[in-house]
């Protein structure tokens, strides 16, 4: 028996790509891979392709082109050995109603060629607080508890790559902690994590690499930290003893803003810059007599990254007009 090699990525996508009967295209030739091991976040705004890429990769959408390969077996050619490696929690609660928590999750496991293990399913149940639910039936549950479910029935077979679309979306926090924490233990046994999220403070907490994509375009993929380093400003705000009526033209060489009615003196700049001009900055004020009570830095969030380059995408593409 050939074995597996051990650099063959968890998820290879190579020009996968989505045009809809109506015209609609919801993917262009996305390239992307995920290594063994690795938490990638997919951010993006609604309709930017995140579950059309995810449901494209599981076999619920066709693709019109490209191709997408699960531990080197290919979604479309060999789809039943490679959907057993994937674990899918989508956005929608997709459930029997009238089925037990329990028989719903052991059902889901034995769905996919899995042997019975109550102690396995128990253990699961158990780590999502569904243990005292097992005899419930679904429709019973609260969203909270039908969201668990859907948690549960993914990791039921115990995949290898765990596609999480939304899956804090409107939840309570101690869902979502338990989430989280069921995540990081995924992680430490070698399960690969695709998540899809708005709480971008999650990504930024959680991934290891952050891709966005808007408008069906993977517009970027980099290292969180290398991309918080590389693109991220601070903000530096300065409270003045004396409130301003305009910039002096002594400060004209910075990129400075009023707020606050004057009180505030406001200065962006590039932290990977070879000189912030912070110091020349306030040696000018100083030559100006412009006083200040007290000053305070913000570092740029994802956040504002990812809204800054969705926008910066979405005018170069008005522009190309593609």
Same mark, same amino acid.
């Given at each position: 028996?050939?074995?597996?090699?051990?650099?063959?990525?968890?998820?290879?996508?190579?020009?996968?790509? @989505? =045009?809809?009967?109506?015209?609609?295209?919801?993917?262009?030739?996305?390239?992307?891979?995920?290594?063994?091991?690795? #938490?990638?976040?997919?951010?993006?705004?609604?309709?930017?392709?995140?579950?059309?890429?995810?449901?494209?990769?599981?076999? #619920?959408?066709?693709?019109?082109?490209?191709?997408?390969?699960?531990?080197?077996?290919?979604?479309?050619?060999?789809?039943?050995?490679?959907?057993?490696?994937?674990?899918?929690?989508?956005?929608?609660?997709?459930?029997?109603?009238?089925?037990?928590?329990? &028989?719903?999750?052991?059902?889901? *496991?034995?769905?996919?060629?899995?042997?019975?293990?109550?102690?396995?399913?128990?253990?699961?149940? *158990?780590?999502?607080?569904?243990?005292?639910?097992?005899?419930? @039936?679904i429709m019973e549950?609260?969203?909270?508890?039908?969201?668990?479910?859907?948690?549960?029935?993914?990791?039921?077979?115990?995949?290898?790559?765990?596609?999480?679309?939304?899956? =804090?979306?409107?939840?309570?926090?101690?869902?979502? *902690?338990?989430?989280?924490?069921?995540?990081?233990g995924l992680r $430490?046994?070698?399960?690969?994590?695709?998540? =899809?999220t708005h709480y971008? $403070?999650? &990504?930024? !907490?959680?991934?290891?690499?952050?891709?966005?994509?808007? @408008?069906? *375009?993977?517009?970027?993929?980099?290292?969180?930290? =290398?991309?918080?380093?590389?693109?991220?400003?601070?903000?530096?705000?300065?409270?003045?003893? !004396?409130?301003?009526?305009?910039?002096?033209?002594?400060?004209?060489?910075?990129?400075?803003?009023?707020?606050?009615?004057?009180?505030?003196?406001?200065?962006?700049?590039?932290?990977?810059? !070879?000189?912030?001009?912070?110091?020349?900055?306030?040696?000018?004020?100083?030559?100006?007599?412009?006083?200040? @009570?007290?000053?305070?830095?913000?570092?740029?969030?994802?956040?504002?990254?990812?809204?800054?380059?969705?926008?910066?995408?979405?005018?170069?593409?008005? !522009?190309?007009?593609?």
């Open positions: 028996m050939t074995q597996p090699d051990p650099d063959t990525p968890a998820l290879a996508i190579t020009g996968l790509a @989505k =045009t809809y009967a109506s015209g609609v295209v919801a993917l262009h030739a996305v390239d992307l891979v995920v290594a063994k091991g690795e #938490i990638f976040a997919l951010l993006g705004p609604n309709g930017a392709g995140k579950t059309t890429l995810i449901n494209a990769v599981c076999g #619920i959408v066709t693709p019109s082109g490209g191709h997408a390969a699960v531990f080197g077996e290919d979604t479309q050619r060999d789809y039943r050995s490679a959907r057993r490696r994937i674990g899918l929690v989508p956005q929608e609660l997709h459930t029997d109603a009238f089925e037990t928590v329990l &028989a719903t999750v052991e059902f889901s *496991r034995t769905l996919f060629g899995k042997p019975r293990d109550p102690a396995f399913v128990e253990k699961l149940l *158990r780590d999502l607080t569904l243990w005292d639910k097992r005899d419930a @039936k549950l609260s969203g909270g508890m039908k969201r668990r479910v859907m948690i549960a029935k993914a990791l039921s077979h115990e995949p290898d790559l765990l596609f999480l679309d939304e899956p =804090t979306a409107g939840v309570d926090v101690d869902l979502r *902690r338990d989430m989280w924490d069921m995540v990081r $430490e046994r070698g399960v690969t994590i695709v998540l =899809t971008i $403070e999650e &990504a930024e !907490e959680m991934a290891d690499r952050v891709g966005v994509i808007a @408008k069906g *375009r993977l517009i970027l993929v980099e290292e969180t930290a =290398t991309l918080m380093k590389k693109m991220g400003r601070k903000t530096l705000t300065l409270n003045l003893s !004396e409130p301003l009526a305009r910039l002096p033209e002594g400060l004209g060489q910075w990129d400075l803003a009023l707020a606050a009615d004057g009180h505030e003196l406001v200065y962006e700049f590039d932290t990977q810059a !070879e000189a912030t001009g912070v110091p020349s900055l306030l040696r000018a004020m100083s030559d100006l007599d412009i006083g200040f @009570k007290d000053l305070n830095t913000r570092q740029s969030s994802l956040e504002d990254i990812f809204v800054g380059l969705v926008h910066d995408n979405n005018v170069q593409t008005a !522009e190309t007009g593609s």
